[in-house]
């Protein structure tokens, strides 16, 4: 049975950093892609970065570009979202997937 389990969420203040990481088991993990992604309250989950089976190529969201570093260790199974200068309106529930699994979230709350 594949497993995606996020951590890593939290309380921060404005301009602070957190880590999420996601952890992967199941599945033979560099066979695929990873995806980040986040739901606010009252919003529709939206994509955040992408990250590909090597980890050489990545992609972001517009919002994303410049603040969020999408990362990947194949020998742990495990890929991170590293979060800097977050602003309040990245609080949201982080989803991680991968091929058609879901992982069961981590919330952000960023104050001002």
């Known amino acids: 049975q594949v497993q995606l389990v996020e951590s890593g969420g939290g309380l921060v203040q404005a301009g602070g950093s957190l880590r999420l990481s996601c952890v992967v088991s199941?599945?033979?993990?560099?066979?695929?892609?990873v995806n980040w992604f986040r739901q606010a309250p009252g919003k529709e989950r939206e994509f955040v970065a992408t990250?590909?089976?090597?980890?050489?190529?990545?992609n972001y969201a517009d919002f994303a570009q410049g603040r969020f570093t999408i990362s990947r260790d194949n020998g742990k199974n495990t890929a991170y979202l590293q979060m800097n200068n977050l602003k309040p309106e990245d609080t949201a529930v982080y989803y991680c997937?991968?091929?058609?699994?879901w992982g069961q979230g981590t919330q952000v709350t960023v104050s001002s």
């Open positions: 990250i590909s089976r090597n980890g050489i190529s990545t």
């Open positions: 997937h991968q091929w058609q699994s």
């Open positions: 199941g599945r033979t993990f560099s066979t695929y892609a």
